[in-house]
């Protein structure tokens, strides 16, 4: 029998959890992520079947969305929109499997995978194959009417072509793509309002707006997921895979990527791809939906509280959660930008525990109306540094105040300026110990200088001790200076010497990356040093000439400029000469690279280095980088969740290395061993 603790802990998840449907369902501004919406709820439903006598028929184990907004008129649905049972795991998935078959007395049965789209789920009803009523799922028996606002989403047909049922409904899943999405945005940002939090928000307010005017200004989209029910249907396929080309054949929009799969392995086969892949997609899916095919087996197997027992939903790891920001702090990066960062109270997302999130600059701040004390919206997709998608405005703290940057640097305390046109801040000093620290940092980085040995935390104690003072300063170090460092033996300090002496003869590009000139990155080094073929060339370039060159602008030009301008950089690029780095780049025509004609494609995350990193290594050695996989490529180079690139060089059979391969690979081209 459960005590009061028990019972006061199950009233509580069923307050948060009704709290939660509320303002997901009906108010469109969730204050929860999904991942704290699904633990939960699955909180509850152990505390209901380790103890029955709490489970009520008013739990939210046994409901589905929450009551419908009355202004928009109330639809009764027939048959009820049921929720699915989620999963989260492979084994959680083969014990899905293992109940359905056990139901089923052991009779073999296929399946059918389908995106879960992230969108607001609507019935839709056709007489005569005219559309007469849509509806939004509500509490599952009660919807809102929203008829106006579903005939201005195009790819739902008004009438529907061939042989229909007189009177049938149609389920479907309504979504607004990435793009869209953005633009939503874009467009409340300049009006002033609150920004949707996910596209999935962005979808429901747009469609349930009293003004269809307001809902037709918004460029909606629809999948049809299932046939709800329909008068006369003995015509009608008897498999859900085949009703649902049926469905298509009289004009509904169904997802292509849907796929028949016979056994649990081809099932799994599909969530992987699409756990992986997701990020490619215009739009946004948070799992994959997996139904027993065979629609009498479905009427066999039922349904169970609010679920049906023949349909699951493999739920992939959350990229959103919802956390506080605890603080704004600033970094100052090598050109002297200040760049404000969250700090947030951890929280878990897409499996990796976030502190901090980039807020990019103060416009940003501004334009998402983020303050301290907020709790707010973390996404995480892909290879997207962690960021803030907003904030949950209800959850507002009092008092909480706009945030303005700070005026004068954190770091060296001179007042800031903001130049015209920019969206960035800046510290001028170029003495500023936080620069100083940035740029010797980036200066020995593998996409720069490439100095191992020479990591953070080494380039502040040379610059603390004073034994550097700007790049330069790391030809001149010597063996004994670095032996006399805390944690330095001398073997250590030799291979350092070593290394940064080795680092002469890297190509002029790398070094023009290097000197971190203002919106120079290495793509723009590489053009520079490809069109004026020295240091000395590219110093006394004007600009028009700079401007000459394909991809430099006004902007980067007379930021180059200002920068070969400035005496104390010219004294640096001077020691630079004088310590034996390269000023000057042959043509590669004539130098002996061993990956000359070769090209390489990166695609998916790299573990051990960055993309930019990656693409250095090659070109170091001769060979160019693609942005797609064709019939020219060379290598395509796979990481952690790639995506179509890996399945085009498939098809074009492209040969394909991991991350590991690619290593090996440049270890025998160093070496000098022709690639194949």
């Known amino acids: 029998m459960a005590d009061a603790s028990l019972k006061a802990r199950v009233q509580e998840l069923h307050r948060q959890l009704n709290e939660a449907n509320h303002r997901y369902y009906v108010l469109d501004a969730p204050a929860i992520s999904d991942a704290e919406y699904d633990r939960l709820m699955q909180e509850l439903r152990g505390l209901e079947a380790d103890h029955p006598e709490l489970l009520t028929g008013q739990s939210p184990t046994q409901r589905v969305g929450a009551a419908p907004v009355e202004a928009f008129g109330v639809v009764e649905h027939p048959v009820p929109l049921l929720s699915l049972g989620n999963v989260f795991s492979r084994e959680d998935l083969e014990a899905w499997h293992r109940r359905v078959s056990n139901l089923l007395d052991g009779r073999p049965f296929d399946l059918v995978c389908e995106l879960k789209m992230d969108g607001l789920a609507v019935a839709l009803v056709y007489e005569d194959g005219v559309l007469t009523t849509g509806a939004t799922r509500g509490d599952g028996v009660r919807g809102e009417n929203i008829t106006a606002n579903i005939r201005t989403i195009r790819s739902i047909p008004l009438r529907l072509e061939g042989t229909v049922p007189r009177r049938m409904e149609v389920r479907g899943e309504v979504y607004l793509s990435r793009p869209g999405f953005a633009k939503i945005n874009e467009e409340r940002a300049q009006q002033g309002l609150p920004l949707y939090a996910n596209p999935r928000n962005s979808a429901a307010g747009s469609l349930r707006q009293l003004d269809s005017r307001i809902t037709a ?58 756990g992986a892949k997701r990020h490619d997609l215009p739009y946004e899916t948070d799992g994959v939906v997996i139904k027993v095919n065979s629609l009498d087996y479905q009427g066999q197997l039922g349904t169970v509280g609010r679920e049906p027992r023949w349909a699951t939903a493999y739920k992939f790891p959350s990229v959103q959660a919802t956390t506080k920001l605890l603080a704004i702090d600033v970094n100052v990066g090598r050109t002297g930008s200040l760049n404000p960062f969250a700090v947030l109270e951890p929280v878990q997302v897409a499996g990796v525990t976030i502190r901090h999130a980039t807020l990019h600059n103060e416009e940003d701040i501004r334009r998402k109306d983020v303050r301290v004390g907020d709790t707010v919206i973390v996404q995480r997709a892909g290879e997207v540094i962690p960021e803030i998608v907003g904030p949950v405005l209800d959850l507002r703290p009092p008092g909480a105040e706009p945030y303005a940057l700070p005026a004068a640097c954190p770091e060296c305390g001179t007042a800031v300026v903001r130049p015209s046109g920019e969206a960035m801040t800046y510290c001028p000093n170029k003495a500023c110990p936080a620069q100083g620290l940035e740029l010797l940092k980036h200066f020995v980085s593998r996409g720069a200088l490439d100095i191992e040995g020479v990591g953070e935390s080494l380039c502040a104690v040379l610059l603390s001790q004073g034994l550097v003072r700007d790049v330069a300063d790391l030809y001149a170090l010597t063996t004994e200076q670095l032996e006399a460092l805390d944690r330095m033996g001398k073997k250590s300090a030799a291979n350092v010497v070593a290394a940064v002496q080795g680092s ?46 394909a991809g430099i602008g006004p902007k980067v030009a007379a930021s180059i400029i200002e920068y070969f301008e400035d005496q104390d950089n010219r004294r640096i690029i001077e020691k630079l000469r004088l310590a034996g780095l390269r000023m000057a780049e042959e043509a590669r025509e004539e130098r002996a690279m061993p990956l000359s004609g070769k090209e390489f ?39 952690e969740d790639a995506g179509s690139k890996a399945e085009r060089a498939q098809q074009l059979k492209v040969p394909i290395l991991t991350e590991q391969e690619f290593l090996d690979l440049m270890e025998r081209v160093r070496a000098g061993e022709q690639p194949t």
């Open 217 to 274: 200004s918004r460029p909606l989209d629809i999948f049809i997921y299932q046939l709800g029910w329909a008068e006369g249907e003995a015509a009608l396929p008897a498999t859900h895979w085949d009703r649902m080309a049926y469905l298509a054949s009289v004009g509904f929009r169904t997802n292509p990527l849907n796929r028949h799969c016979p056994a649990l392995a081809d099932v799994w086969a599909f969530v992987e791809e699409w």
């Open 504 to 549: 002469r003869d890297r190509p002029l590009a790398r070094l023009v990356f290097g000197l971190g000139v203002r919106h120079v990155g290495s793509e723009n080094a590489e053009l520079l040093v490809r069109h004026f073929g020295s240091l000395d060339a590219l110093m006394a370039a004007s600009e028009d000439e700079l401007t000459a060159v």
């Open 601 to 639: 494609v990166f695609t998916g995350r790299l573990e051990r280095f960055t993309r930019m990193t990656a693409e250095a290594m090659v070109k170091e050695l001769g060979a160019t980088t693609g942005s797609n996989v064709t019939r020219k490529t060379s290598y395509a180079v796979v990481g």
